[in-house]
């Protein structure tokens, strides 16, 4: 767990990909992270389940049950989570959990928090704040739990949906902790969320939803006789032979 800790580095932060799968964990293994997270939404999705009501945390614990012999740290997206959710997916192998606060009282964030550490204090805990998560952010509010969430022990802070340049900055300089960022394909760069501290930046479902639209594109190529892409594809053999 400190090896995964140390990859969240100022000037050379950890790009995790999220995974939703085995197949996919693994091909992003192959493809040489040191580390991948699993994305909620894909993994809610994958199983016909709704996104953060807390309806896939069998699934979660079943999926990082599954990639322990993976040669990479894995982080495990446990929606708004609970101490007993955190035990488990730590000792079924997980380096890191992020654990999403849904706007919900900030002294109950807190609780959590604490009570997850005191029983794996080496899992790495990644607060998520969703004060910009599908909603108008506010800087203020923002800084208040990120600061609230170190106080009770996080080792990182997440804020999906942060992309201007000062608030960024502003929450790298509120908390001497890793700041987690979604990437976004239409904001800040990997350089340039660089530049500004940030150590952490993630995918979250993105991969998810560009597989979803390939499969859909190719499916429709097939039917209207166009040509399919399939340029760098994996082969039968490399999926169907892969494992950890």
């Not at 890793?178 to 501290?197: F, K, Q, R, S």
């Amino acid at each position: 767990m400190n090896g995964f800790r140390s990859l969240h580095r100022a000037g050379d932060p950890l790009v995790l990909p999220n995974a939703w799968d085995v197949a996919s964990a693994r091909m992003l293994a192959g493809a040489g992270f040191p580390a991948i997270g699993t994305t909620s939404l894909g993994v809610a999705a994958a199983n016909g389940l709704p996104d953060g009501e807390g309806a896939t945390d069998a699934d979660a614990l079943r999926l990082v049950e599954r990639l322990a012999g993976l040669p990479c740290h894995v982080s495990v997206d446990i929606e708004r989570g609970s101490v007993g959710v955190a035990v488990a997916v730590a000792a079924a192998g997980a380096a890191g959990i992020n654990v999403e606060d849904a706007m919900g009282p900030v002294e109950h964030q807190v609780r959590l928090i604490r009570a997850v550490k005191r029983e794996v204090p080496g899992l790495f805990v990644n607060a998520r704040t969703d004060t910009h998560w599908q909603r108008a952010g506010e800087l203020g509010e923002t800084l208040r739990r990120v600061r609230a969430y170190a106080d009770a022990g996080a080792d990182g802070v997440f804020v999906p949906g942060l992309r201007e340049p000062a608030d960024i900055d502003a929450v790298v300089r509120a908390v001497d902790l890793p700041l987690n960022v979604l990437h976004d394909p239409c904001g800040p760069t990997v350089a340039e969320l660089t530049a500004l501290g940030v150590r952490r930046v993630s995918t979250g479902s993105l991969l998810f939803r560009v597989a979803l639209a390939a499969a859909v594109d190719a499916a429709r190529a097939v039917r209207d006789g166009s040509p399919v892409r399939t340029a760098g594809l994996p082969s039968y053999a490399e999926i169907a032979t892969a494992g950890p």
